[in-house]
């Protein structure tokens, strides 16, 4: 297990990679001026076809679907360090979630078809699936009823991370049961340009993709359904899983960038004739976040590495990614604040970059469920 927390030569490699790429073709300055010109897309188009090039689309894809078959580690890492920049990219919607859902949940043709496109970046994808202001995954009220050899969806659904841009948008919808009822829910590939199908695309504070959407009446034929039937609440639960575990170490990299950050300023800015770093209180202050991170960082490696072991039970691999999940959201949340505090006033203002990472955090907390959400999740897979 613990060297499974070590990353080899080559994984070492790919994370120089991705950081001199971010660091030259995908810096907090882009993200400023997507945010700043209402970018139609949220995202540049050629830094993603850059990005396909590089083969990050199928990092996670297993070489018989078309990808690279670097694993979840690999991808974990790439997202660690675009989570540096804070860099717009579909990783997180169309790789991390999108692809995840067909190949977990996908027939051999489904595969075959969409992840080769997903690897070619030809193919965008959106993951529409709660539909209250809280995560709540088992409480899906989307109706879809069997008509005409299909099936024909109503509902609605919020906070569908790159829902505007997506050439399809994977709907969790009920097939039969409670609202309530983690069984009986089937995933469905939906054209963004099927009639009935509405998108409404909402500016999130930290620059993030989203949309949400309303289904009256969009009719979709069989093939549709991921898998040709219901996915099982253990499915479900992976697919999200490995999003939650991807998310936990984009995070962990925007924490590593702020602690960094604050760092620096705390050996540049002089009070009283001596750098502010030297103050007692802000080296422990200081110390307490190192402490948090590096908690954090083991959770996240030790989480990436379950997912890329066989032998890895899902009840371990949920429990890993409820437990980084949950760390990352606190961590996130104390560095940021204390980035913003140990700025001072500066910290506080727009010029600056220290707040596009406050600004991050929240929204991080709670996508795919906050702390609260995970602790309460942690717990119950203990049988406390």
Known sequence: ????????????????????????????SLHRKLRDSRN??????????????????????????????????????????????????????????????????????????????????ELLLAFALDEHIVHDPGRIETAAVPRNGGFVLNGSKTFVLDGHVADRIVVAARIGGGSGDPENIGLFL???AAPGLEITRTIMVDGRNCANIVLNDVAVDAG?????????????????????????????????????????????????????????????????????????????????????????????????????KAKLSEVFFLVSNEGIQMHGGIGMTDEFDIGFFLKRARVAQ????????????YATLHSF
């Open 366 to 377: 709670q996508f795919l469920g906050d702390a609260g959400f995970h602790r309460d999740r």
């Open 190 to 192: 939906v054209d963004a």
């Open 224 to 324: 549709a359904l991921l898998g040709g039937s219901a996915v099982t609440p253990e499915a479900l639960d992976r697919v999200l899983d490995i999003a939650r575990i991807g998310l936990a170490a984009e995070m962990l990299g925007s924490i590593e960038e702020v602690f960094e950050r604050t760092l620096d300023y705390l050996r540049q800015r002089e009070q009283f004739g001596v750098p502010i770093g030297a103050f007692q209180a802000l080296q422990h202050r200081a110390a307490e976040m190192y402490g948090e991170i590096e908690l954090g960082k083991s959770l996240v490696r030790a989480a990436l590495a379950a997912l890329d072991d066989p032998a890895s039970g899902a009840t371990r691999i949920a429990r890993l990614a409820s437990a980084a």
């Open 1 to 28: 297990m613990a060297d499974s927390l070590l990353l080899n030569e080559e994984q070492e490699l790919l994370r120089e990679s991705a950081r001199g790429f971010c660091s030259e073709r995908a810096p907090l």
């Open 40 to 121: 139609p897309d949220g995202f540049d188009r050629d830094l993603w076809r850059q990005m396909v090039e590089l083969g990050w689309a199928g990092m996670a894809i297993p070489e018989t679907c078309g990808g690279y078959g670097f694993g979840h580690t690999g991808l974990g890492l790439v997202l660690e360090e675009t989570g540096r920049t804070l860099a717009d990219s579909p990783l997180v919607a169309t790789v991390l979630l999108g692809a995840n859902a067909i190949l977990e949940t996908g027939n051999e043709a489904q595969k075959a078809e969409l992840l080769p496109r997903i690897v070619a970046g």
